[in-house]
Structure formats: structure tokens, C-alpha cells
């Protein structure tokens, strides 16, 4: 279904203001190298492209067929491309489980469809999918825009985000990109008739490409699929970081209306994910800094919860090492062989306690790699965080060899947070030399801690 | 001091890329109408201003004398001051109480000095101040870079920032004017060796041009100035949002190192901000978000906590909804005449429970304002957030008149939360109509919890 080599857009139009005809502009906006053959019963040609009447009439049965089609026709469309030889489908249509009564009637139509032919099936309800590597766009997300660059340059660990919810899904990736992150595919459930957000998953570690799951789920639909897939992730140590919608009664009740779906109590959910090491979120701009950290740092997981702060601004130090205790994590003194080596370059005013408060005079002088360097070589700290202003590349650029250098080279992970708000410049060069730049220090402190959780649980579940 | 005709600057130099540059540059980058006066020892003409020797040369007694030279030629160049009838300074220099010992002394002397010729200083170990309004600006806060606009056009309500810690006190700025936020003063107070937080609020409330107060403060000098000052501003209904820099043992160590202050019991400093009504936040993003809150509605609090969410995306509303229960707002079922009004425009998949999930499709439609006003006139909710995507200005702008009209209209505060990463011309457009737009879910719940807490503390103070 992620990888097809042609793909029939039933239901496409050339009006590019309605949901139906952006899906198309979107697809033909992205260098995708497969075949796209628009299926219209009205039109022969659908935005420069040759349309054809039926699935039946298709020069060869496509890989994959999206049907954006009125619900009450897409039981007979999904059993029309069954018998065309189609093997995989998503729908993007409303009007199913999420509506109740004959809507629910409907989705269990497209279910047995969906067996009889052993098709596999995504949605419905859904707002479709992205497959970056490949180019590929089939969905109306308006963050997908023609011509957005899908990925950055490198070929650097990638993210992959499934999610129930459309508009959210769709939101990670527009938050995330402007972070420098790397999402090889973005999934939409919808109502998981059939295909689950863990059967995605279970896809994606098969496959082995996957370093981070970002998961935005209503409920779970099989709890032994849950089981066996979170157990694969965690052996694999390919963290899964879950927000589960609908925890508190009026959440529960709008994911009802929203995909059909069950909310069930928030405590048996808990118990399930703290069996896997599954990170729990509760926030958007919390999740994509959790994933940011893995993505640069999973292979330094941190040891233990004590952290080296490292400070070109005295109240930035005070303030994180405060938000630091919040998350769970310790601030320790630092040794004192440590200390007289960043003494050495500190001015009367600074201080090598932790928060090392370098001063902004000595970072103008040797950069910021140098003291984190120092402190992430203390025997006292299992990870490092380094308070910069992001504001203006100047600075870093002087510093870009040696902090690429030790991002590479450090047994522990090094995050860096921007008091003020970072120049995308900034983002960038950091993200190359190899490190996550976090604009709130709650988050990053989060990450520091979710980060040395996994680790934890991980080496429980491995111990068996 | 905050509104000088003219101002020395002792220590001036035309090195702009060090700080005794930086800050003449910065000073003149913005138009402000009085005199600068460089005062230096070796130049006669600094960036292309006439340099003075000493203030005893200069042509009038400054209104104002900023100090950026070593801290042990502080004292003697106060009193020079004194003796010239300057009757307010500003010291940036570092070196005083935050090294203790010797430092410590010189600050004893510096604060003797003043008292001496009855002379009003604030820092030392400052970064300065910014007064928008006189576009005065005698800081070499690199966020404050020259041509920046201080101030969005309009004459709308206006936050004032006072921190000890220079960095993060300008931090605010630069996170708070892409968000079209209009800051009246930001004051950076270092050791507050004279002058303390709470004297610059007083001032700030008598002068009666600052609606919210954002404070960053890393101890209390005087308790009964804190006393009067934040019973004046509960009076006056100029919320204060602190933040208690030092609550953890490591970030208590560090503010001691960093402005000398004794941090205290955080259980103390609850009880005396509780007591007044004070808002406590501990993140640099949540005070913005409850800032921009009270901007915008300030006139208007919540009654209670009961609050009405309007969405385009089913999942966004879930996921909002939950962050409601976790803020300790209710998310009540609206009432029946309500939902009558609301299902008149809803397709079936839509749903007016509340969430009230009015689908991407109604939207497109009809545009936001009318769902809102519908959901805001619902006797059952105190307040309304509407869950909306801020890509891309086309769906607001169509709305333009119609929000601008509601949120002038509305007895009840509205905030907006975009799930996608809002476009700048979305900021702008919504400030300009009068509403905050969020881009953190939790931190427009905790906005309309704080202001809803707010409002409750005020009434019962007044009540007495």
C-alpha cells in the first residue's frame, strides 16, 4: 500500500478548491515516479491527465486505489476494484462508524468487501498518506502543498507518524519539517476498518527503516496485535511516543463522534504502555521534541537522570536547571576535576558548578562545543544541556566544526535550547552538525528524561 | 529614568562588535527624539556622536547616565554623576554581589553612593531597558537590533516585562512581537542593588499605560514593597504572571551565582502570590500565551471554568478537550436550544455536543465567527476556544469582519489554537481582529483557567 508503482484516484475532479480535485494537485505537485490514473465517470481528462471511466477500464490493475467517493458508493467502488485485481485501498470518505446507524452498517459492508477479496484496506474517514522516499502524496492535507520539500537533504534517521486523526497527523509533519526533522512516512487511519494504526507499525519495523514512531491514536482496535507490535518496537528499540485521544469524559466523547472509536479507561491504557517502554505524551510540540532527541541521539540513550547544564545566560541556567528538577531530573555539583578544567577559561563572574554559567564573554571567545565537551566528560552527568541564543548563526558558524565533532564523537546525548526564538539558519546548522535545537525548556528537559526512561525500560524488558 | 530627554552612555566605544559598542548602536538604530551623549576617556567622537570626556563636560546634566565600564571604576564614576546633577543611572556592568567578597563591598558602596545624592539606579549587572514609546533603547540585548519595529501600528493594550536576568528579559520581547504582541517597557534589573521589581510595577501602575505585567524574578528584596505594590495591582486589575526563578536546589544555586540572590522557601513565595491574586507560571511560552489572553480579553474574564470548543478537525477537539480536564476547565455538553442553532449548519458526520466538531466542510462554508458566536451564547460555557488550521490566511480572510465584530461584541474571551503551524499573516490578521491566536493547546487552556483564576482572586480580594 506505502509503495506502489501506480495509483487510481477514484473520485478525481478538476476543480482544485474541493477536497477531491487538491488530492490530485497535491500528488502531481510531488516528484512521484509511479503511474496516476484518475478515475471519472464524467470527465475523460482530469487536470492534464487521461481519466478513465472505470478501475475496470485501466490499462493494468493499479497497486493501490483511493477512493474519495460519496460513502454510500463505496462499498460497490471497493468490490469493483477487487474484481479489477487491486490489492490495496484507502478510503477517505465520511460517513461511517463515526456517524453510527447505517453509517456503521456501511463500514461493515467495506470490511467483508475488503475480506472476500483479501484486499488491505485503510479508512475510511481517513485524509490518506505520505510516503516521502517515494515521493508519493495521495491526500488533501493542504501542509502537503505542491512543491514542499518532502525531506531534508541528508539521509539521516527519519520519524514515521500515524495517526487516527487527519488534520493532526498532518500537523506533526508541518511542525516537525520546520525543525529540520526527517518523516519517512505520515499515515491517516480514519476509522481503522480493517488496516490499525499497529499493523502500520509492525509494517514499518518489519521494514527496518523506521527510527521513531510518532502515534496519535483514539483507541487500540486488537489488543494482541498491540502486544506483539509493542514488544517487536522494543526489542528493535525503535521508541513508540503515543498520545491517546480522549482521556478525559468530553475528549472521550468526541473521539466517539469523530472515528467511532471506544475511548476505553485511560488507566488500563497506561498500564498497557508502561509494559512496553511506550512513551506517553500529552502534547504536539512535546512529542516532535521527544522524537527529535531520539532521532539525533537514540544510539547515546543517557544512563541515569543526572544533567550537565551549560549556560551562556545565568537566569537561562537557573531557570532550565528548575525545569529540569520539574521533569524528574538531577542537577548535581559537578566534580571537582571537572570544574578547575572549565574554570580555567571562566571569567571572575561565571561559574563551573552546574549550571556551568560560561558567561556570554567566554562563549564569544571559544564557542559553546568546547564546554559542553568539558561537561559531558564529567563522570557525574549522564547527558548534557546547553543554553544558547539561537538568534543569529553568527556565533555558531565559528563553532560548527567543533560541535559536529562532538556530536559525533559524545558516549552521551547533548541537547541545546534557544531562550531566544532560533533563526531558521541556526536550526539548520545544528540540526547538520547533529543536534536537536529546542525552543522550550520544559520539552527538551522532558526529552532528557523520556530518553533515559526508555533506556530503562528497555534493559528491564531485555533482561526478560 | 524611564523616560529621559537626554542620556549619557560612560563607556561608550565604536568596537560594535563588543558590548560598549553594541549598545550606541543599538540606541541610535531606533528613533528616539532625546539627546545621547557617549562619554569617553580616550575618543572624541564615537559612531559619529561628539564624546565628552567626563559627564562634568557635558553641555546639560543628563537626565539619565548609562554605566557600561569595570565594575571597581563604578563608584567613582556614580559619584561623578552625582556631583554633575544626574539624578538616575543604569548600571550594566557585571562584577557586584553575584562574586561575593570584594564584589559584594562594591556593591555596598554603589547603593551608599546613590543614597548619598539621592539618585534613583537600577542594576548592576543589568542589560538594560527598553521604553517603546520614546523608542529608547540603552541595552546591548541583541534582540533589540537596530530597525526592528518596537511596536505593532495600533494603539492596542500593553505588557510590560521585568526581569532580573537580562537574557530572558528580552527573551520575551522576541518571542512575544511575532506573536503581535505590543510591549510598553522591558526592564532588566540585575542585582537590584536600589531599585527592585516591584518599585518598577509601582511607578508602571501609578503611570497607568501597562495592562499586564510579565515578571521574571529570582528573589524578593522587600516584602513590604511587595506587599503594597501587588494589592495596588490586584486593585488596579493589572494581572502580574510570575515566574520564581530558583525553585529546585541546583537553580537555587545558580541565582545566587548569577545576581546574588537568596532564593527562599517556593511554599513562601506561594502563599504571599496566591494571597494577591499573582499568577505563577514556570515557562517562558505559557506566560506569553496568558499575556496575549488578558491583552485581548482582559476587559472580559470568564465567569468560570466552563469552556465551549469549536472545531474543524474531530481530532483536534479531542485532543483539545483533554488538555481542558488537564488546565481544570469543564467541557460541558452544551444545552439543547444551542445544539438547536448549531445543527442547522452541520453536515451529518458533523456534531454539536461539544466539542463541537462543525467539520472542515461548514467551515469552508461559513467561516468560524458565526459557529463561535453561536457556542459563546450558550448559557452553559464561560469562555470558547476555536480549533482552527492558520496555514493559510484565505478561509480568515473571507472571515475578517465578522471575527472582528465578535471579539469587539462578545461578553466572553475566544481563543484560537491553530494545530498547524500558523502562517504570519494569520498572527496578524486575528491580532488585529482582537483575538491571540495559540500554537500550544496547553497553553490556551491554562490562558482561559488563569484568567478564570484570576478573575476569582479579584473578587474576593475586592470583597475584602
Known sequence: MLWPNSVALIGASSDTQGLRGRILEIMKGHPFAGAIYPVSRSQTEVQGLKAFPSVADLPEPADLAVLIIPAKFVAEELDRCGRAGIKTAVILSSGFAEE??????????????????????????????VNTAAALCPTFSPVMEAGRPLLPPDGRAQAAVISQSGGLGFAFFDHGRPKDLSFRYIVTTGNEACLETFDFVDYM??????????????????????????????????????????????????VASHTGALAGSHADYRAMFERYGVIESRDLDEMIDIAAGFLAFGSRLPAGKRVGICTSSGGGGAWVADACAAAGLDVPELDAATRALIDAHLPSYGTSQNPVDVTAQAVHQMGYAEFARLVAGSSVVDGVIVVITGRYPRLLVGDRTPLATLARESRKPIFMWSYTKPAQACVELLSEAGYPLFTNMHGCARTMRAMADYRAARERFMRG
Chains 1, 2 share one sequence.
Open 100 to 129: 453510527g446507524g447505517e453509517g456503521s452498517r456501511l463500514q461493515d459492508e467495506v470490511r467483508a468487501i475488503a475480506a472476500r477479496h483479501g484486499m488491505t484496506v485503510s479508512g475510511p474517514n481517513a485524509e490518506g498518506f
Open 205 to 254: 519495523l518489519d521494514e527496518g527503516k523506521t527510527d521513531v514512531f510518532l502515534l496519535l491514536i483514539e483507541d487500540v482496535k486488537n489488543l494482541d496485535t498491540f502486544d506483539r507490535v509493542a514488544a517487536k518496537a522494543l526489542r528493535a528499540g525503535k521508541p513508540l511516543i503515543v498520545s491517546k485521544l480522549g482521556q478525559s469524559q468530553a475528549g472521550s466523547r468526541a
